[in-house]
């Protein structure tokens, strides 16, 4: 079956636009999660969804990030005024309940301008 | 600060060779998953292991994990150059929240 889709898997903007990352996670999956990982680097841990609900938003690395799930399915993070220390590959993955493991995506390469 | 710390940082062995990657972290968990990372790509996970188990086999892979210790380890047994990788463990955080906290890596070379 389809695994977690990613969209798109490379965006190069410049310093202070907005960008929007896209999810899709495996059918069914009610869990979903957000990482960024710099170059040579683990996961650092941004947000994650128990259905359209984030209980836990403390990630974030500051208020220009913000995220949202609707229908239980699509996510979206969003990175308002982006900074050159944005740059990163930003990794989403679901899984089919909370505490069980997770499927990840490719990623969406971020470079910033 | 990271929950879960790899060890070695990277690791080169030959082919049908052992690997062993440890990874320690610092707070009581519910469960330590390991995962694999092919360059460019996303994680695959490999194994779960909750916090009332000491060992799970699955294939050529086997994880340990000691509660006492803080500290779980992978085995890769007779390694091929397919395996070669990064590989991370990740702790779900102590607070009840669903937030992993994933290590560093080992990034590890197999040379056929």
């Known amino acids: 079956g389809a695994g977690v889709s990613q969209s798109p898997s490379n965006k190069v903007t410049e310093k202070g636009k907005d960008v929007e990352l896209r999810c899709d996670p495996i059918s069914g999956h009610t869990a979903l999660y957000w990482y960024r990982q710099s170059l040579g680097q683990g996961l650092e841990f941004l947000i994650y969804?128990?259905?359209?609900?984030?209980?836990?938003k403390s990630g974030l690395p500051s208020d220009r990030f913000s995220a949202e799930r609707t229908g239980g399915s699509v996510s979206t993070l969003t990175i308002q005024r982006t900074q050159q220390e944005d740059s990163a590959v930003y990794l989403c993955?679901?899984?089919?309940?909370?505490?069980?493991?997770?499927?990840f995506g490719d990623g969406t390469r971020l470079s910033i301008l | 600060s990271q929950q879960g710390e790899e060890d070695p940082q990277a690791l080169s062995i030959q082919e049908g060779e052992n690997a062993t990657m440890n990874c320690s972290y610092k707070t009581s968990i519910n469960n330590l998953q390991w995962y694999r990372q092919n360059s460019g790509r996303g994680l695959v996970h490999l194994i779960l292991i909750r916090s009332n188990e000491r060992e799970k086999h699955s294939g050529r892979l086997r994880v340990t994990l000691d509660t006492s210790k803080k500290s779980s380890s992978l085995l890769i047994t007779a390694s091929r150059a397919a395996d070669t990788a990064s590989y991370f463990c990740?702790?779900?955080?102590?607070?009840?929240?669903?937030?992993?906290?994933f290590g560093t890596g080992t990034r590890l070379k197999v040379l056929a």
């Open positions: 969804f128990q259905g359209n609900s984030a209980p836990d």
């Open positions: 990740a702790t779900d955080a102590p607070s009840g929240t669903y937030k992993y906290i």
């Open positions: 993955a679901s899984s089919l309940e909370m505490a069980q493991p997770q499927h």
